[in-house]
Nanobody, 124 residues
Framework: QVQLVQSGGGSVQAGGSLRLSCINS????????MAWFRQIPGQEREGVAH????????GYADSVKGRFTISRDYATNTLFLQMDNLKPEDAGIYYC?????????????????WGQGTQVNVSS
């Protein structure tokens, strides 16, 4: 297991940008599927973006394609989520998640490690 420590988030007006960060305490050379999920009140938790640290491939939910960008800094083993052109419906609690191993990275995986969550507020 690894520890995931999140930072970033906050409040922004619609059309604005925010950047989330998630430091993974595990070694950078290990293969992880890392992802961002969000919990919107009254809705089920949904996957936002995922990142395979070995293949360096990414995937996005349709609702955020073209607006959000997931990336990773190898040196610090930090995962980022750049969120641009934010909409009120993007508001919620965002969680970083990780799963160690070689399984194909997707939102359907059982993620074993989770960050503490960070609030994102978007006003119209």
């Amino acid at each position: 297991q690894v520890q995931l420590v999140q930072s970033g988030g906050g409040s922004v007006q619609a059309g604005g940008s925010l950047r989330l960060s998630c430091i993974n305490s595990g070694p950078s050379y290990s293969r992880y599927c890392m992802a961002w999920f969000r919990q919107i009140p009254g809705q089920e938790r949904e996957g936002v973006a995922h990142y395979d640290t070995h293949l360096v491939t990414t995937g996005y939910a349709d609702s955020v394609k073209g607006r959000f960008t997931i990336s990773r800094d190898y040196a610090t083993n930090t995962l980022f989520l750049q969120m641009d052109n934010l909409k009120p419906e993007d508001a919620g609690i965002y969680y970083c998640a990780a799963r160690y191993g070689t399984a194909q990275c997707s939102f359907a995986l059982t993620f074993t490690d989770w960050g503490q969550g960070t609030q994102v507020n978007v006003s119209s």
